[in-house]
Nanobody
Framework: QVQLVESGGGLVQAGGSLRLSCAAS????????MGWFRQAPGKEREFVAG????????YYSDSVKARFTISRDNAKNTVYLQINSLKPEDTAVYYC?????????????????WGQGTQVTVSS
C-alpha cells in the first residue's frame, strides 16, 4: 500500500509557472513508476507525464511535452511536475498515480494508487 498526497496547485495567470509535488508514503517509493494525470470539468482524466521506476526515463503527452517536466527524488519519496507557460486550458485537477514495479503507462487503468488531486486554475 502507498499513500500519495499532492500539493502545489493554485490560481496563476496565463504564462506563469507552477511546481506540483506528490509525496508518497508506504512501500519503497523507488519501486514505483509514477504518473501525472489531469481532469478538467466535464472531461475524462488524461495522462500528462510519466517517469519510470528504474532509470527514471520520462515520457509525456504530445500536448504538454514542451512545457511540462516530471522528475522524482527517491530520497524524499516525492515526484514533481514543473509546469511552465501555463495556459487557461491547463485548468484542471492534477493527480499523481503510482504503478508498483510497472513500466509506467499513459493509461490510467494501469496505476494502482492515486492521490486526492490538487487544483490548478489558470486565468487569462
Amino acid at each position: 500500500q502507498v499513500q500519495l498526497v499532492e500539493s502545489g496547485g493554485g490560481l496563476v495567470q496565463a504564462g506563469g509557472s507552477l511546481r506540483l509535488s506528490c509525496a508518497a508514503s508506504g512501500r519503497t517509493f523507488s519501486n514505483y513508476a509514477m504518473g501525472w494525470f489531469r481532469q478538467a470539468p466535464g472531461k475524462e482524466r488524461e495522462f500528462v507525464a510519466g517517469i519510470r521506476c528504474c532509470g527514471g526515463s520520462t515520457y509525456y503527452s504530445d500536448s504538454v511535452k514542451a512545457r511540462f517536466t516530471i522528475s522524482r527524488d527517491n530520497a524524499k519519496n516525492t515526484v514533481y511536475l514543473q509546469i511552465n507557460s501555463l495556459k487557461p486550458e491547463d485548468t484542471a485537477v492534477y493527480y499523481c498515480a503510482a504503478n508498483f514495479l510497472g513500466a509506467g503507462s499513459t493509461s490510467r487503468h494501469v496505476y494502482d494508487y492515486w492521490g486526492q488531486g490538487t487544483q490548478v486554475t489558470v486565468s487569462s
